[in-house]
């Protein structure tokens, strides 16, 4: 678990994996075209499902390893896998000797209609974990880049959309990541919830 909390530490600067931090993966066309398959791991507690079958199972993993798990199993299926983390990935190793990699998942948060009723508004941590993307359900392929006044994503003085000197603070009432607040200048108080992925 030490690694593990390391490894996601790193990633996003937070402090721990507990139930309220969940990372999800994805792989896409590993056996069969259009299928994207998903793990989410939640603390030590592991999920699949994909975009067919969208009912996620809880697969059973035992024999920790310092970077995943030895056995992993499917529901009734005697079939042995094994799971580690490789940098901010995860490497599924198949029975077979096949190997399948699912990517690790931006981490999201959304809002539904704070500003305007039916619109999403999401926060991305960008890639580098500076600052974070902003984008509406209206126009997901538009993201904006924001300016963030401080040094990293949750340790900073605020943020600010291009061209605009309008300051908004970002504040994550617990230390595990499982939902945000961003302060409006007005006082408004607008909370984002962890996007789940399914």
Same mark, same amino acid.
């Given at each position: 678990?030490?690694?593990?909390?390391?490894?996601?530490?790193?990633?996003?600067?937070?402090?721990?994996?507990?139930?309220?931090?969940?990372?999800?993966?994805?792989?896409?066309?590993?056996?069969?075209?259009?299928?994207?398959?998903?793990?989410?791991?939640?603390?030590?507690?592991?999920?699949?499902?994909?975009?067919?079958?969208?009912? &996620?199972?809880?697969?059973?993993?035992?024999?920790?390893?310092?970077?995943?798990?030895?056995?992993?199993?499917?529901?009734?299926?005697?079939?042995?896998?094994?799971?580690?983390?490789?940098?901010? &990935?995860?490497?599924?190793?198949?029975?077979?000797?096949?190997?399948?990699?699912?990517?690790?998942?931006?981490?999201?948060?959304? =809002?539904?209609?704070?500003?305007?009723?039916?619109?999403?508004?999401?926060?991305?941590?960008?890639?580098? &974990?500076?600052?974070?993307?902003?984008?509406?359900?209206?126009?997901?392929?538009?993201?904006?880049?924001?300016?963030?006044?401080?040094?990293?994503?949750?340790?900073?003085?605020?943020?600010?959309?291009?061209? =605009?000197?309008?300051?908004?603070?970002?504040?994550?009432?617990?230390?595990?990541?499982?939902?945000?607040?961003?302060?409006?200048? &007005?006082?408004?108080?607008?909370?984002?919830?962890?996007?789940?992925?399914?």
């Amino acid at each position: 678990m030490r690694t593990l909390t390391i490894i996601i530490t790193s990633l996003l600067y937070i402090g721990c994996l507990s139930t309220e931090a969940q990372v999800f993966y994805a792989s896409k066309e590993f056996k069969q075209k259009g299928v994207i398959e998903y793990l989410s791991i939640w603390g030590e507690l592991v999920h699949y499902w994909t975009n067919v079958r969208k009912t &996620d199972v809880k697969l059973t993993c035992t024999g920790r390893e310092s970077l995943g798990w030895d056995k992993v199993y499917f529901p009734n299926d005697p079939a042995k896998y094994k799971l580690n983390f490789k940098g901010k &990935d995860m490497v599924l190793h198949h029975p077979d000797g096949e190997i399948q990699i699912f990517k690790r998942l931006p981490f999201v948060y959304c =809002s539904n209609g704070f500003e305007r009723k039916g619109v999403v508004e999401f926060l991305e941590v960008a890639e580098n &974990d500076q600052t974070f993307l902003y984008y509406t359900s209206q126009n997901k392929a538009k993201k904006i880049k924001l300016h963030n006044l401080g040094k990293t994503v949750f340790h900073s003085k605020g943020y600010r959309f291009p061209n =605009s000197s309008i300051v908004y603070k970002i504040l994550m009432p617990n230390k595990c990541g499982g939902a945000i607040f961003c302060m409006h200048p &007005d006082g408004r108080k607008q909370y984002f919830k962890s996007y789940d992925w399914k």
